[in-house]
């Protein structure tokens, strides 16, 4: 049984920051890779970020330099800082926890809004 849920969105001006959480109930959290997802209206959903359990990060060309992920296998806790965020920016913000089985699974989502 994993449980993932996401928070920390909101309503921010362009060149302002966000910081989500990804809350996860996983006996194997430590051993599983977090992904942050994102969709807008009529977009495709676009991965955003990754993190491995080695602590090795990817991130899409668009967040580059603006975007950290970031994982805590204490507290059993992903993060996604966003700095510098920009309308194109906003979407719903999902992470993704692939456990040792190899199964995906997904949050509700949470919901950031950049205004231009």
């Known amino acids: 049984q994993v449980r993932v849920a996401e928070s920390g969105g909101g309503l921010v001006q362009a060149g302002g920051s966000l910081r989500l959480f990804c809350v996860v109930s996983?006996?194997?959290?430590?051993?599983?890779?977090i992904d942050w997802y994102r969709q807008a209206p009529g977009n495709q959903r676009e991965l955003v970020a990754s993190?491995?359990?080695?602590?090795?990060?990817k991130y899409a060309d668009s967040v580059k330099g603006r975007f950290t992920i970031s994982r805590d296998n204490a507290e059993k806790v992903g993060y996604l800082q966003m700095r510098n965020l920009k309308p194109e920016d906003t979407a719903v913000y999902y992470c993704n926890v692939t456990p040792l089985d190899g199964v995906p699974y997904w949050g509700q989502g949470t919901q950031v809004t950049v205004s231009s």
């Open positions: 993190i491995d359990t080695g602590g090795s990060a």
């Open positions: 996983s006996s194997t959290f430590s051993l599983s890779a």
